[in-house]
């Protein structure tokens, strides 16, 4: 550490300045004039006979690197702002000996205290830098989305190293076993790259391949002088965008394993991050090697990187692994009742739909309201499990389109076939006994009386029949018919394996008596119960904090707003947002799904009608009614 020496000139001391040995130069300023064009670290003799403390407050070098030895006659005392810049007062007739000792003594401190200087700022270098380390850890670990921590990944590394460009690899599995690298995304400061997917062998014959295949960084000072390795720089790029590739710095990032999951590829470090590399001159200018502590820096963030990547690759997976689960499962739902098929996907993108117009509210009482991504795939996955009860339902009683059960009907219309039978043999009968009796002479008479009375038992048989075809709808039941229902059940017919049978059995007259729709009490109690097998699966699931939701949110959509819903009799302050939100949803989608057994599609108009009809009789969310109408949510499903 050489320095200087200052004193005033003229002094008497000159010849003792100037005798002064040391590994120093020793120079002489003017106590008037221009400003000295100080060298640190400096040295400066102050004279108190000739106030050079005065001076030096006046011209006092911007440097910190200098201190002051002041000479003075007796014991008078230092008076000056510069008062911290005095390591030693000496009297003016010290010793060369003593005043060679200070000097020493005062450039030993400047050396100490430049080198205490220099490690506060490394230290905090160092913070600044762990603390960079740290906030970028924290940010890769709650990137959900594989392409932004990409993103993130090539952009922070460029930023600690002062990168000019950037490539990321992913190392890709192939059917047979295999692996390769897959070139996943780049970015530049001073050129647009338009990004083309390719993949590279994972070998020493490219310079990210080699990097993959054996787990070393690259610290590349010119790209163009690879020597000792078996792989050169492909310059295509640089060809056709006119781009200098020089110094590079390669990554593998490898997980807990040690295997490599992928490569990080850092291009051209900058003295200035931001230049733009528009020439070669600027290459020339600008770009240096990547130094140790860049190098150790992109080696600490890469290693972060692959933990983060793993563990988002694995998200990926599970994510990709349960929508294949809920997927299965609406398929399992749809596959007992193929007539609702694709019930559960619409009403999840009506409801979806309908939560997003809500978020985008700016007024009115749901403007607060907003769903994070979270909300959004939370509410997904409720519309879509909505109905997974349904496998706990007899499927006899989740598919029953008629009143009666398709084997009673059967039954039904055999009796009948019997009855019928019967008749036409009672007839023949008579016949016959009439020809037995009399002979074939004047059987013209007797026989069409015979037959009158056959064609009006028939005709009477029949027309039952219609009665009872027309009670199985699931429509509702006209008095008329209901009282014809009794009639028929009044009426008997000669089972030749036992006692007389009525025409209509005890079970099927109370089924046929069905006042609306298809299912009695106890049916209708299965087919609600359904909500009740939901909330019990879906609880049994251990969903995520961004998702506990689903099982109150499913359990929520047969219940109304005044508590006359099902099963739970919730009022409105119990139901969830969401699920009165997916009620308006399911309610719409089973109005006017395609025609099914046991009732026929409704026109959107009308079904809007319907629902608007239960939103005047405080069934239903009035605001979100409205919002499904206004943003017209309904075509959403349009033609599915």
């Not at 005065?54 to 000479?71: F, H, M, N, Q, S």
């Not at 220099?118 to 940010?139: C, M």
């Not at 949110?553 to 009799?569: F, N, Q």
Request: charged share 30%; with cysteine; proline share 5%.
């Amino acid at each position: 550490m050489v320095g200087t020496l200052y004193y005033f000139r003229p002094s008497s001391l000159a010849p003792v300045f100037r005798g002064l040995r040391g590994p120093y130069k020793v120079m002489s300023i003017e106590r008037e004039g221009a400003d000295p064009d100080w060298t640190t670290p400096a040295v400066l003799f102050a004279d108190a006979a000739r106030d050079d403390l005065g001076r030096i407050e006046k011209v006092a070098p911007k440097a910190d690197a200098w201190c002051i030895i002041y000479l003075l006659d007796g014991d008078a005392p230092v008076r000056s702002r510069l008062n911290s810049r005095v390591f030693a007062v000496l009297p003016r007739r010290a010793s060369r000996l003593v005043l060679q000792k200070s000097v020493e003594s005062a450039f030993e401190n400047l050396r100490s205290g430049a080198d205490r200087a220099r490690t506060r700022r490394q230290l905090l270098a160092a913070a600044s830098e762990l603390e960079t380390l740290n906030e970028i850890g924290v940010a890769l670990s709650t990137e959900r989305n594989t392409d932004a921590l990409l993103e993130l990944i090539l952009t922070k590394s460029r930023e600690i190293t002062s990168a000019d460009a950037g490539s990321i690899y992913l190392v890709e599995e192939e059917p047979g076993g295999g692996k390769h690298l897959v070139f996943r995304l780049t970015q530049s400061d001073s050129h647009s790259v338009p990004f083309r997917q390719f993949t590279l062998p994972i070998d020493t014959q490219s310079i990210a391949g080699y990097a993959a295949a054996t787990g070393e960084i690259l610290n590349i000072k010119d790209a163009y002088r690879i020597r000792n390795h078996p792989f050169r720089l492909n310059r295509d790029f640089d060809q056709t965008f006119g781009y200098r590739t020089k110094s590079m710095l390669v990554l593998p990032m490898r997980n807990q394993k040690k295997e490599a999951i992928g490569v990080l590829q850092l291009i051209n470090a900058k003295k200035h991050l931001e230049a733009k590399l528009t020439s070669r001159a600027m290459v020339r200018e600008e770009v240096v090697p990547f130094s140790q502590r860049s190098q150790e820096l992109a080696a600490s963030l890469a290693s972060q990187a692959a933990v983060a990547l793993e563990n988002n690759l694995l998200y990926r997976d599970i994510h990709r692994l349960f929508e294949g689960f809920v997927k299965a499962s609406v398929t399992a739902i749809e596959s007992r009742d193929p007539t609702t098929f694709g019930h559960s996907e619409r009403v999840m993108k009506l409801t979806v739909g309908l939560a997003e117009v809500v978020d985008r509210c700016d007024a009115g009482p749901y403007k607060d309201i907003r769903f994070t991504r979270e909300e959004i795939q939370e509410i997904r996955y409720a519309s879509l499990l909505h109905d997974f009860g349904k496998v706990g339902v007899r499927e006899e009683v989740l598919v029953k389109a008629k009143k009666l059960y398709p084997a009673q009907l059967e039954l039904v219309r055999k009796r009948f076939q019997y009855i019928r039978k019967a008749i036409e043999a009672e007839a023949n009968r008579k016949k016959l006994d009439y020809v037995l009796r009399n002979g074939n002479q004047n059987f013209e008479a007797p026989f069409t009386e015979i037959e009158t009375e056959q064609k009006n038992q028939l005709q009477t048989l029949d027309e039952f029949l219609q009665h009872i075809l027309q009670a199985n709808e699931p429509t509702v039941l006209p008095q008329k018919i209901s009282d014809k229902l009794v009639e028929i059940a009044g009426w008997a017919f000669a089972d030749p394996s036992g006692p007389t049978e009525p025409l209509l059995a005890q079970e099927e007259l109370r089924l046929l008596s069905i006042p609306k729709g298809s299912l009695d009490p106890e049916e209708r109690r299965q087919i609600e119960s359904h909500v009740i097998h939901s909330f019990r699966f879906l609880s049994e699931i251990p969903w995520t904090k961004e998702l506990k939701k689903i099982p109150e949110i499913a359990k929520a959509h047969h219940e109304k707003l005044d508590g006359s819903g099902y099963p739970y009799k919730m009022k409105a302050e119990e139901i969830p947002f969401q699920a009165k939100m997916m009620t308006i949803s399911d309610i719409f989608d089973a109005l006017t799904a395609r025609d099914r057994p046991y009732k026929r599609a409704v026109p959107v108009g009308r079904a809007l009608e319907i629902i608007g009809d239960e939103v005047k009789s405080q069934l239903l969310d009035p605001l979100l009614f409205r919002l499904f109408v206004e943003a017209k949510i309904f075509e959403l499903t349009a033609g599915e």
